[in-house]
Every structure is written in C-alpha cells, then in structure tokens.
T-cell receptor, first 111, second 112 residues
Framework: SQKIEQNSEALNIQEGKTATLTCNYT??????LQWYRQDPGRGPVFLLL?????KEKRKERLKVTFDTTLKQSLFHITASQPADSATYLC??????????FGKGTMLLVSP | KAGVTQTPRYLIKTRGQQVTLSCSPI?????VSWYQQTPGQGLQFLFE???????NKGNFPGRFSGRQFSNSRSEMNVSTLELGDSALYLC???????????FGPGTRLTVT
C-alpha cells in the first residue's frame, strides 16, 4: 500500500541555522510533490510544488529537492527564524487535486 | 481576492445526527477538495469536485457525501454521525486540476 513518511519527532534548531525536513514515500508515482505549512488551529498553507521531472526548486529561503529514484524529498529552510516554527506537511499528488499527505514534522526554531 | 471560507467554524453534534458543512472557494477556482484531519490519521482525502462533478473519492464510508453547485461552492454531508467522525474538516480550492491547493480555516466537528 502507499506510504508517506515524515519524521514524527519534532526538529529543534537554533535561529539562523538551516532546517532540513525529510519526506519518504513508497508504492507511489506522484506527478507532483508539494510542501505545506500548518500552524495550530489553521488550514495548511501552500509553500512549494516540484514536478517529477524537476530536481530542485527554490523560493526565497526555501528549497525543495525531489529524487524519484530514492523516492525522497528534502525541504530546507535557510537562515531559520522563530516565525518558521510550525508543522510542515509533505503531500504527493497524482494529479486531479487528490493529495496524499504525510503526518507532518513539527519544526521548533529557538532564538 | 478573498480566501477560502468555511462555515460553520465549530460544530457540536450528537451520535446518530447528520451534519452539513459549507465551503466557498476562491473566486474563479473550479476544483474543491475536502479533507479530514485527526491527530491519529493526519490529513486524509475525502473527495474532489470539479465543475459540479465528483471526480475522485477517498476511502471513506458512504455516510460521507458531498456536492458542488454551479457557482463552485461546495457542501459535504455526514449522516449517522459516529464519535470517530470528530475531526477538523478542511476544504481546499484550486484553479484547475492538480497544482497547489488553497485551504480554508476548517470546521471543527465534535461528536458527543
């Protein structure tokens, strides 16, 4: 069966460091991979989308890589700030607006 | 542009009752998807509508249903509520099929 794994343990880092979050999947061939941010009590907010034929995508302090051979995506936040503290969700999309989400990794950035 | 809106924001129902949740997508968006979020299972896809047609359905019982109107607004209905239906129900809209989705704030449903 399809499985998406994100590190269930919270990631604690210091302000200014680079945070790296991992998303692994099995038995899946997504057309896209997306990353979302979710704050407590709120809906997820779209951050980045990367297509299966793309290796890397950047947006300001964010960078996503997508390795379809390893079935893995890495999500990086450089120069992290306390305001980046949130849960980050990885989602696989075969198209047709049907997202399969991982359970998310909580990031805590301390000053 | 106004974001995705969901009503009501909070709801308390009793086992056996039914409930209807409403979602208004971003203007111009034709695809509306619904998700259920619980601490144990995370975010799970319920169904997706595009131009009033249900195109995809997740692995949920038939008690969960939905519809989309000609103005792209969508409703989902849960009949014969069970305690396990307590969750945050999220609606998301997108311009076309696939691509980024824009989520509403959710409806927090509590079944007692």
């Amino acid at each position: 069966s399809q499985k998406i794994e994100q590190n269930s343990e919270a990631l604690n880092i210091q302000e200014g460091k680079t945070a790296t979050l991992t998303c692994n999947y099995t038995n899946y061939s997504p057309a896209y991979l997306q990353w979302y941010r979710q704050d407590p009590g709120r809906g997820p907010v779209f951050l980045l989308l990367i297509r299966e034929n793309e290796k890397e995508k950047r947006k300001e302090r964010l960078k996503v890589t997508f390795d379809t051979t390893l079935k893995q995506s890495l999500f990086h936040i450089t120069a992290s700030q306390p305001a980046d503290s949130a849960t980050y969700l990885c989602a696989l999309d075969k198209g047709y607006s049907t997202l399969t989400f991982g359970k998310g990794t909580m990031l805590l950035v301390s000053p | 542009k106004a974001g995705v809106t969901q009503t009501p924001r909070y709801l308390i129902k009793t086992r056996g009752q039914q409930v209807t949740l409403s979602c208004s997508p971003i203007s111009g968006h034709r695809s509306v998807s619904w998700y259920q979020q619980t601490p144990g299972q995370g975010l799970q896809f319920l169904f997706e509508y595009f131009s009033e047609t249900q195109r995809n359905k997740g692995n949920f019982p038939g008690r969960f249903s939905g519809r989309q109107f000609s103005n792209s607004r969508s409703e989902m209905n849960v009949s014969t509520l069970e305690l396990g239906d307590s969750a945050l129900y999220l609606c998301a809209s997108s311009l076309n099929s696939g691509g980024e989705q824009y989520f509403g704030p959710g409806t927090r449903l509590t079944v007692t």
